[in-house]
Every structure is written in structure tokens, then in C-alpha cells.
């Protein structure tokens, strides 16, 4: 069995999640002047569909991870821990 790591610190997930937040925006914004160039069904459309869906599964894995990390959290710290990943989510 391997050395088990520490994880990450809320502030690193804090500025981890607000970084990927804004990366799949961007991307958003440019997959729609990719489609809008190229066929829904071509490789440069689905290639920015799949960076999109990339960035989602490691924002899916870290809010995952900030729970598992950070259980002990005070309840009134629990809604901007919810928002981590997840910017305007609810509780």
C-alpha cells in the first residue's frame, strides 16, 4: 500500500474550484464558437465537448474529495463548502 497523502487545504479548494469554475466557462464559451464553425459530429467539436466533460469530472472528484477532507466542518461552514465546486448551488 502506498503513502497516504494529506489532500488539500479548504483554501486550496477554494482557489482550485473558483480557477476550474472560470476554465469551464471559457470552455463553454468556446465550444459554442466551435460549433457554430464546425459540424456537430467532427473531431473538433467533440474534442472541446470532451475538454468540457474533463474539467466537470475533476470538479465532480475534488467536491467529493473536500467533504471526505474536511467532515469535521462547522454546520454554518457547510453551504460555502457545498459551493466549493459548485458556485450558487443550494445546501
Known amino acids: ?4 497523502k494529506p489532500g ?5 479548494h477554494e482557489a482550485i474550484g473558483a480557477e476550474l469554475f472560470a476554465i469551464r466557462n471559457r470552455l463553454l464559451t468556446l465550444g459554442v464558437e466551435v460549433g457554430t464553425a464546425y459540424p456537430k459530429n467532427s473531431r ?3 474534442a472541446g465537448m470532451e475538454a468540457t466533460k474533463s474539467v466537470d469530472r475533476l470538479r465532480n472528484v475534488l467536491d467529493d474529495a473536500v467533504h471526505a477532507e474536511h467532515p469535521h ?3 454554518e461552514e457547510w453551504q460555502a463548502i457545498n459551493s466549493i465546486y459548485y458556485p450558487g448551488s443550494k445546501p
Not at 8 to 12: A, H, K, P
Open 44 to 46: 473538433q467539436y467533440k
Open 73 to 75: 466542518a462547522k454546520p
Open 1 to 4: 500500500m502506498g503513502i497516504r
Open 8 to 12: 488539500l487545504s479548504r483554501e486550496r
